[in-house]
């Protein structure tokens, strides 16, 4: 079974700076997406980045970048230059080819002025 | 309206009633995905959609819990006799489909409280 892990109930960071959100997944398939969302108080979930797991480079929009080590099972999500609007819980998830969806249990971050 | 839609927002039942919760997809979309949040929780997949395939009901906690869909239209996610470990936010989301199409739009979930 797949399974996604997020190791990091809360992270913070101060405003500008940088932080790493930790994501690890179990899954047999060598074909799958994953992603990273985010879920600010409105509850609205919107998706921050994708990642396929065919492709070796690493997926960037514009702040947000991955680091997506594949034999380690490793997707991690980099913010830099941290904005308040970024505080949000963060999700990672997994897609099988099954078109299931499998999520971590979140990563609240808070962003200090 | 583009965007994958959700109604009641919010509804509080008493413990042992039945509550029908509706979500509307974005037109177009034939996957469609119901998720249970918790407070404080990720994301627990309940049902799947997809097109005129049988549903992935793998998810559902139990027999109380049952959904519909309409074609690649409206669902119905009902939850029979109400308790309230029930109480969380149902999240729907809708996708296009195909593999190669990844992204999963949610809508704004509904919120229940069992009292």
């Known amino acids: 079974a797949q399974t996604v892990t997020q190791s990091q109930p809360e992270m913070s960071v101060q405003e500008a700076e940088t932080v790493t959100l930790s994501c690890t997944y179990d899954?047999?398939?060598?074909?799958?997406?994953l992603f990273w969302y985010k879920q600010p108080p409105s509850r609205q979930m919107i998706l921050v980045i994708r990642q396929e797991a065919y492709k070796q480079q690493n997926a960037t929009e514009n702040r947000f970048s991955v680091n997506f080590q594949k034999a380690a099972k490793s997707f991690s999500l980099k913010i830099s230059d941290s904005q308040l609007g970024d505080a949000a819980m963060y999700f990672c998830?997994?897609?099988?080819?099954?078109?299931?969806?499998?999520f971590g249990t979140g990563t609240s971050l808070t962003v200090i002025p | 309206g583009a965007g994958v839609s959700q109604s009641p927002s919010n509804k509080v039942t008493e413990k042992g009633k039945d509550v029908e919760l509706r979500c509307d997809p974005i037109?177009?979309?034939?996957?469609l995905y119901w998720y249970r949040q918790r407070l404080g929780q990720g994301l627990e997949f309940l049902i799947y959609?997809?097109?005129?395939?049988?549903?992935?009901k793998s998810g559902l906690p139990s027999d109380r819990f049952s959904a519909e869909r309409t074609g690649e239209s409206v669902s119905t996610l009902t939850i029979q006799r109400t308790q309230q470990e029930d109480s969380a936010v149902y999240l729907c989301?809708?996708?296009?489909?195909?593999?190669?199409?990844?992204?999963?739009?949610f809508g704004p979930g509904t919120r229940l409280t069992v009292t």
């Open positions: 959609f997809q097109g005129n395939s049988a549903p992935d």
């Open positions: 989301a809708s996708s296009s489909g195909d593999f190669f199409s990844y992204e999963q739009y």
């Open positions: 998830a997994y897609r099988r080819t099954g078109n299931q969806f499998y």
């Open positions: 899954t047999s398939e060598s074909d799958y997406y």
């Open positions: 037109s177009g979309h034939t996957a």
